[in-house]
């Protein structure tokens, strides 16, 4: 993908396309990939980068969801333990079988449980990744040496997904690219244009690295824009009443120590009546996450110093050794869009759905918001569906069911630290051979190499030093403070690649910093309580 080529295609564009996306997160990407592999003529406008909203944010899991199981939605986890099948089946380089642990302490959990997991395995069918087992004191301390073990009795097990979000997210960006989508970051659209019977037929969008403004023509217009979807579709009707509610979820990285072996832990009740994970991601363990209410939405949310607290005395009372303030690597933060029914809920956004909702506007703007990273393929085939209609398109079947996502690779563990980039990885070991200045660690603290950074500015339309250090490597979410130290020599090597001057580098070098230190809790105060919002 280069993005001077996207500019091009954009500003050469004399026919309507087909259908335009407006938004580059996990929805507009699969949409993105549908209507491409479909045959439609795509383009895809991204007001950051892509993935610079919640898509980069998640707990990292393709799963049925088991609190939604408790919740008694089971069509909800039905669709997605398929989607979650599915999604192995295409991506096998970024989605792997994890196995998870919900641990026993009081003697009617193992049977509970048990029984729970067996319906979770069931709703899998033939998309199973394996069945669920009741463990024994000795096989669960095997599988999680360091949990609490005073009063412990065994544990559940049952197997769920893993990803890398945005890493899968650039892989959906170049797959409908290589099925001839025009995608393009940092490019927000400012304007919708109506006919003169008020319909949509196009956005006006500013690239905001030139400035330049392009009039699009488009048959649809899908407004796939997570926690902005109101601002989008306020552009069309000023009055609209908001359908998306936000609710913020942070996660805290640990070392790998406070989790040692390849299994994650569940805890199933939280005090506020919600599930907690501790997974095992690129070597550190992940914490997360909260559900809280909130009033205002940015691309950079902060943690709630309460939200904090709970999480390191939750994770406290099942880990051996229990995490501090100190032992936190970084801090992120995402913030969901969930979709308010009219009259529903108790005022806690933990009870509202994770359903997706397709919404249409009086001006024909398709909205489509809420669900899952993990339903993404599903939600983009039903969103398409929508959108061939109401531009009056050919039908034609979706394909991306059985479609390999770019990048496939059967087995990626022979890739060592490159096994993300599935079959990509081949070409930045070949950077590095060509290169060995390349070949050299960004950081002891980090598994990534400088040809990454190289191989992203090239391929990948990585543009700032964020986009280098959050989305293509994951470096800012593992060790904050080693992606701070590292940015002077990445921002050199991106000034280069990109055809920026020093001064280009060092006001990068000064932007990430300052958004990064808000990653570090040690020294770093945030916002004592979130505000009272009722969902
Ligand atoms: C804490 C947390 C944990 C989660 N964990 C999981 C998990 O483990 N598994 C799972 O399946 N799901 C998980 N989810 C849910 C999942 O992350 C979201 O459902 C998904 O990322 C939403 O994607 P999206 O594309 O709708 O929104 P976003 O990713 O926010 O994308 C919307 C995009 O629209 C862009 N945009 C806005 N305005 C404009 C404009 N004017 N012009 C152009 N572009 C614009 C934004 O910049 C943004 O990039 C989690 C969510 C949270 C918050």
Redesign the pocket.
């Known amino acids: 993908m280069n993005r001077d080529e996207m500019v091009a295609r954009v500003r050469n564009r004399k026919e309507p396309w087909d259908i335009v996306v407006?938004?580059?997160?996990?929805?507009?990407?699969g949409v993105a990939v549908d209507a491409a592999s479909r045959g439609y003529d795509v383009l895809l406008?991204?007001?950051?980068d892509?993935?610079?909203?919640?898509?980069s944010?998640?707990?990292?899991?393709?799963?049925g969801g088991v609190r939604y199981l408790e919740q008694g939605n089971v069509s909800l986890v039905m669709e997605a333990l398929k989607e979650r099948g599915i999604l192995l089946r295409n991506a096998p380089h970024i989605v792997k079988d994890l196995k998870f642990i919900v641990p026993n302490y009081s003697w009617w959990e193992a049977p509970f449980y048990g029984i729970g997991m067996k319906v979770y395995d069931f709703l899998a069918g033939k998309y199973s990744f394996g069945a669920s087992k009741v463990l024994s004191l000795e096989e669960t301390l095997k599988l999680l040496p360091t949990i609490r073990q005073d009063g412990l009795r065994g544990g559940v097990m049952y197997h769920d997904g893993q990803f890398d979000?945005t890493r899968l997210l650039i892989n959906l960006m170049t797959t409908a690219a290589e099925h001839g989508a025009t995608l393009l970051n940092y490019?927000?659209?400012?304007e919708l244009k109506k006919d003169d019977a008020g319909f949509i037929q196009g956005v006006a969008?500013v690239d905001s690295e030139s400035g330049e403004r392009f009039e699009i023509a488009a048959r649809s217009v899908v407004n796939?824009?997570?926690?902005?979807t109101d601002?989008?579709r306020r552009l069309a009707e000023p009055t609209v009443q908001q359908m998306m509610v936000p609710?913020?979820?942070?996660?805290l990285v640990f070392d790998r120590s406070f989790l040692v072996g390849d299994t994650a832990l569940l805890v199933p009740q939280t005090d506020d009546g919600r599930v907690l994970f501790a997974v095992p991601w690129h070597n550190r363990t992940l914490v997360?996450?909260t559900d809280t209410p909130i009033e205002s939405i940015s691309?950079e949310p902060l943690p709630f110093e309460e939200e904090i607290e709970f999480v390191l005395e939750t994770a406290g009372r099942y880990l051996s050794h229990k995490p501090t303030r100190e032992d936190i690597l970084s801090v992120y933060v995402?913030?969901?869009?969930l979709v308010k029914a009219a009259g529903a809920g108790d005022g806690k956004t933990s009870s509202l759905s994770r359903d997706y909702t397709i919404h249409i506007d009086h001006s024909g703007l398709l909205t489509i918001?809420?669900?899952?990273?993990?339903?993404y393929r599903h939600m983009a085939e039903d969103c398409v569906d929508h959108a061939t209609t109401l531009g009056r398109l050919e039908e034609k079947p979706c394909i991306t069911a059985t479609m390999h996502i770019h990048g496939y690779h059967q087995h990626p563990e022979e890739l060592g630290s490159l096994s993300v980039y599935g079959a990509d990885a081949a070409a930045i070991q070949q950077l590095a051979k060509e290169n060995p200045e390349l070949a050299k660690p960004l950081h002891s603290d980090l598994p990534y190499i400088a040809a990454e950074i190289v191989w992203a500015a090239r391929n990948e339309m990585s543009r700032t030093l964020d986009d280098a250090l959050a989305r293509r490597t994951r470096a800012l979410l593992l060790n904050a403070r080693a992606a701070i130290q590292v940015a002077p020599m990445v921002a050199s090597l991106l000034a280069k690649e990109l055809g920026k001057d020093a001064t280009w580098a060092a006001e990068q070098v000064k932007i990430f910093s300052a958004m990064a230190a808000q990653y570090i809790p040690q020294g770093t105060k945030y916002p004592a309580t979130p505000p009272v919002v009722s969902a």
């Open positions: 407006i938004g580059g997160g996990a929805t507009g990407a406008l991204e007001r950051e892509f993935g610079k909203g919640t898509s944010r998640a707990t990292k899991l393709v799963h979000d490019a927000g659209v400012v969008a796939a824009t997570g926690i902005f601002e989008i609710s913020q979820g942070i996660h997360g996450t691309y995402g913030i969901r869009p918001v809420g669900g899952k990273w993990t339903t």
